[in-house]
């Protein structure tokens, strides 16, 4: 499939697990402004000390910023066949950006529900030497490495509302604007995880 693919949910609705499963099957590289962001804050750059504070209230970072992470992230060599969008666009305007810089071919909506992301976020915990995400009831980790673990600042139950609310207020209007594109497909995010890998593989045939 020619052009970038987006994938787009709640945080906590499993785009990071989904999202390797897809770089396997296409060979896009994952473009995470999550993940970009909290490289920055731990190398302490000021473009990290910036988004800090909108981070760990779970806020949205604001547009011009992100659109300018984006922008450099899409000259490298590795994004010329596209990618795949983890994480962003969270609003309208950020969208409105990526139409002009680059071609999205699809937008993949995976649908949890409120009461469910909750549960997921607040119990998620990470390995700090694999990035291997975990969950206290659903995954836990092996015992041997249960010490090491650590929880993201932002994964706590205060912020995971203002993420969620952020997520429908700014977020979610998203669905429709890619809907009346023609391009957004939806599968459901509330079951087990390879279910949710299935749904999927059988959009990117
Ligand atoms: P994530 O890892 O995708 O859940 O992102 C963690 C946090 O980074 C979010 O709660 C926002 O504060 C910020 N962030 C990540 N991507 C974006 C984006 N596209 N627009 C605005 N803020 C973002």
């Given at each position: 499939m020619g052009g970038s693919i987006v994938l787009f949910g709640p945080p906590g609705a499993g785009k990071g697990t989904q999202a390797d499963a897809i770089v396997l099957a296409t060979g896009k590289p994952q473009i995470s402004t999550g993940d970009m962001l909290r490289a920055a804050l731990a190398e302490g750059t000021e473009l990290g000390l910036e988004a800090k504070k909108y981070m760990e209230a779970g806020e949205l970072v604001p547009d011009d910023v992100i659109i300018g992470l984006?922008?450099?992230?899409?000259?490298?060599?590795?994004?010329?066949?596209?990618?795949?969008?983890?994480?962003?666009?969270?609003?309208?305007?950020?969208?409105?950006?990526?139409?002009?810089?680059?071609?999205?071919?699809?937008?993949?909506?995976?649908?949890?529900?409120?009461?469910?992301?909750?549960?997921?976020?607040?119990?998620?915990?990470?390995?700090?030497?694999?990035?291997?995400?975990?969950?206290?009831?659903?995954?836990?980790?092996?015992?041997?490495?249960?010490?090491?673990?650590?929880?993201?600042?932002?994964?706590?139950?205060?912020?995971?509302?203002?993420?969620?609310?952020?997520?429908?207020?700014?977020?979610?209007?998203?669905?429709?604007?890619y809907l009346q594109r023609g391009i957004l497909k939806s599968v459901n995010g509330n079951q087990a995880m390879g279910d949710v890998q299935d749904e999927i593989s059988l959009l990117l045939v």
């Open positions: 984006i922008r450099e992230r899409l000259k490298s060599q590795d994004a010329i066949n596209g990618v795949l969008f983890d994480g962003f666009p969270r609003t309208i305007p950020q969208a409105e950006a990526l139409a002009e810089i680059a071609e999205v071919s699809m937008v993949i909506s995976i649908q949890v529900p409120d009461e469910a992301i909750v549960e997921r976020i607040v119990g998620r915990r990470m390995d700090p030497e694999t990035g291997e995400i975990y969950h206290i009831k659903f995954k836990p980790a092996p015992s041997e490495i249960s010490s090491r673990l650590i929880q993201r600042k932002d994964d706590n139950e205060d912020a995971v509302r203002t993420r969620l609310s952020a997520y429908h207020s700014q977020t979610s209007p998203l669905a429709e604007w």
